[in-house]
């Protein structure tokens, strides 16, 4: 079975600490996403990915960045989360081209800021 | 502005009736894809249905069909005989163009309750 994995579940962390958030896909998807879901405002783009090594801002990517050195690995990184950085974290991927199945989503990582 | 919008943001209905969850969207685009998404309380965000600007009909997939009216840029979710494991949070969501490279823009989402 196709999967999205993402390394943890449930996450607390300190404020001021660096985050490193994992996310593996096994299906040689060129394009992976990482989004933020908050109630009532749904799933925001934080960064995405289209090719090994390459990145673009999403919608909200202040406070965060991310590294995709293989293909199938693509992290968030929090450089001094904060607490406003308590959320759930999505991770998504999709192959190049239009799928009528849209992403394959990872379980995501619910995050606490403390 | 809001490319996605869902305006209810919960929803009741009892089991085995049937409900409609309403999605609106907004693009000058001529080639978009409009998804729904499920989201059991477990986190992982499930696909349901695609239907594309282009499709001639309506899509379906099992109890689940959407009921697009390209005219009114809506694109709303029907779900039938409705299910106590139905309950969920739904996500509408658009992919705009028809390139290489594909984007989703998302609603808030509509939590729905199915009682028995």
């Not at chain 2, 409900?19 to 349901?48: A, H, N, R």
């Not at chain 2, 005989?81 to 309950?87: E, M, Y």
Request: with cysteine.
């Amino acid at each position: 079975d196709v999967k999205v994995t993402q390394s943890s579940r449930y996450l607390v962390k300190r404020t001021g600490e660096k985050v490193f958030l994992e996310c593996v896909q096994d299906m040689d998807h060129e394009n992976m996403f990482w989004y933020r879901q908050d109630p009532g405002l749904g799933l925001r783009l934080i960064y995405f990915s289209y090719d090994v090594k390459m990145k673009e801002k999403g919608d909200i990517p202040e406070g965060y960045s991310v590294s995709r050195e293989k293909k199938e690995r693509f992290s968030l990184i929090l450089e001094s989360a904060s607490t406003n950085q308590t959320s759930m974290y999505l991770c998504a991927s999709s192959p190049t081209g239009t799928s009528r199945y849209g992403y394959t989503f990872g379980s995501g990582t619910r995050l606490t800021v403390v | 502005a809001q490319k996605i919008t869902q305006t209810q943001p919960g929803m009741f209905v009892q089991e085995k009736e049937a409900v409609t969850l309403d999605c609106t969207y907004d693009t000058s685009d001529p080639s978009y894809g409009l998804f729904w998404y499920k989201q059991p309380s477990s986190g992982e965000m499930i696909f349901l249905i695609y239907q594309g600007s282009y499709d001639q009909q309506n899509a379906t997939e099992g109890r689940y069909s959407l009921n697009f009216q390209k005219a009114r840029k809506s694109a709303n979710l029907v779900i039938s005989a409705s299910q106590l494991g139905d309950s969920a949070m739904y996500f509408c969501a658009m992919r705009e163009g028809n390139t290489g490279f594909q984007k989703l823009v998302f609603g808030t989402g509509t939590r729905l309750l199915v009682s028995p």
